[in-house]
């Protein structure tokens, strides 16, 4: 318990943190990609469609899993408090509460993860249909 105690918080973090650096990655190659991106040079619609949504699957699998991850660290977080309370026999209002609220700081860095990632994934989403909207206008295809 003192190695998952001491490295829980570094865990977290670093998990959240390397999946905040990828959903930024991700969002910034694609909105460069889309906003450049010429749709007279594909031919076919399923070719634009997979260059126009690569990247967006790990930005929405980012947006969805990341409080996962959070309420990971907050499950484990509390089992700590739990673990560290029965050890002790001694039950002090002050260290729960403080254990609590560290351990719900992994839920809330969590949402500050997955709130952008799924606002990221939306608007580049939105970005493609306009763009095979315009493919389809080229192209003459009839909406359906």
Excluded: C
Excluded at 50 to 61: D, F, G, M, P, Y
Excluded at 98 to 112: I, N, P, S, W
Excluded at 124 to 137: D, G, P, S, T, Y
Aim: net charge neutral; no cysteine.
């Amino acid at each position: 318990m003192d190695l998952l105690k001491s490295n829980l918080d570094y865990g977290i973090i670093g998990i959240l943190g390397f999946m905040s650096f990828l959903m930024v990655w991700f969002a910034v190659e694609r909105y460069l990609y889309l906003r450049r991106v010429d749709v007279r040079g594909f031919d076919h619609l399923d070719e634009l469609n997979v260059a126009l949504t690569r990247n967006l699957t790990e930005l929405s699998s980012i947006g969805s899993s990341a409080p996962y991850v959070g309420l990971l660290g907050t499950v484990l977080g509390i089992l700590l408090t739990f673990y560290e309370i029965g050890q002790g026999g001694n039950i002090d209002v002050k260290t729960i509460m403080v254990g609590l609220a560290l351990a719900l700081k992994a839920t809330a860095l969590g949402l500050v993860v997955a709130i952008p990632a799924i606002l990221f994934y939306n608007g580049l989403l939105r970005r493609v249909e306009v763009l095979v909207a315009e493919w389809k206008k080229i192209h003459g295809y009839e909406a359906v």
